[in-house]
């Protein structure tokens, strides 16, 4: 039982590169969850989806595209990185939306 | 606008002693709390939750208290192990708002031998 899987873990980009993050779980959840964590600041909200074919943004979703076009993917798109999006990303997937969320182990990317 | 707010950036305690980790909110709409444990190199892992309907919940050493009011919730630990220490993510959400799961800044915590 995988869970939930981030590819990559680890990713250098040069500024004005793009680059997919991708999401995969395999518990058959409807909600799925990106969110960034940098120091003092948290996990931050990127970008949300209730379900197949549906997205909705977060607390900073600029810079930041996303689908979900099977249930168990949720793909996150940095179409232009920037050092400030240099940070670690973590999804998480939950089966309803009153219950625990389950972590990837997160994608250290680092924007120079 | 930070809706959840952990306002101590580490705690520091004695083995054997109370962990006591705070967390503050804004939205009153909130009805869903939970708190997590987070590792170095390690995505969260759940620990607790409390439904706004309750004002404790407990499981094991972990208990949970929820003040709407004062619109704070606190996770106490007792006994504190060294195991215990990392960071503790406290998170929101406003169940019939759409869905957003929204964490504070969190809390290193360390529990010292």
């Known amino acids: 039982n995988a869970g939930v899987t981030q590819t990559p873990k680890f990713r250098v980009l040069k500024t004005g590169q793009s680059m997919t993050l991708l999401c995969a779980q395999d518990?058959?959840?409807?909600?799925m969850y990106w969110y960034r964590q940098d120091p003092g600041m948290g996990l931050r909200l990127i970008h949300y989806s209730v379900g197949e074919g549906t997205t909705a943004k977060g607390e900073v979703p600029d810079g930041y595209n996303v689908s979900r076009l099977k249930k168990q993917n949720f793909l996150l798109g940095l179409e232009s990185a920037a050092p400030s999006q240099t940070s670690v990303y973590f999804c998480?997937?939950?089966?309803?939306?009153?219950?625990?969320?389950?972590f990837g182990q997160g994608t250290r990317l680092t924007v120079v | 606008d930070q809706q959840v707010k952990q306002n101590s950036p580490s705690l520091s305690v004695q083995e054997g002693r109370i962990s006591i980790l705070n967390c503050d909110y804004t939205?009153?709409?909130?009805?869903?709390f939970l708190w997590y444990k987070k590792y170095p190199a390690e995505g969260p892992t759940f620990l607790i939750s409390i439904s706004s309907i309750k004002d404790k919940n407990e499981d094991g050493r972990f208990t949970v208290f929820l003040n709407k009011s004062a619109k704070h919730l606190s996770l106490h630990i007792v006994p504190s192990q060294p195991g215990d220490s990392a960071v503790y993510f406290c998170a929101a959400i406003y169940s019939r708002g759409g869905g957003k799961l929204i964490f504070g800044q969190g809390t290193e915590l360390s529990v010292k031998p």
């Open positions: 939205n009153s709409m909130f009805d869903y």
């Open positions: 518990m058959n959840h409807e909600y």
């Open positions: 998480a997937s939950s089966r309803e939306v009153n219950t625990e969320a389950f």
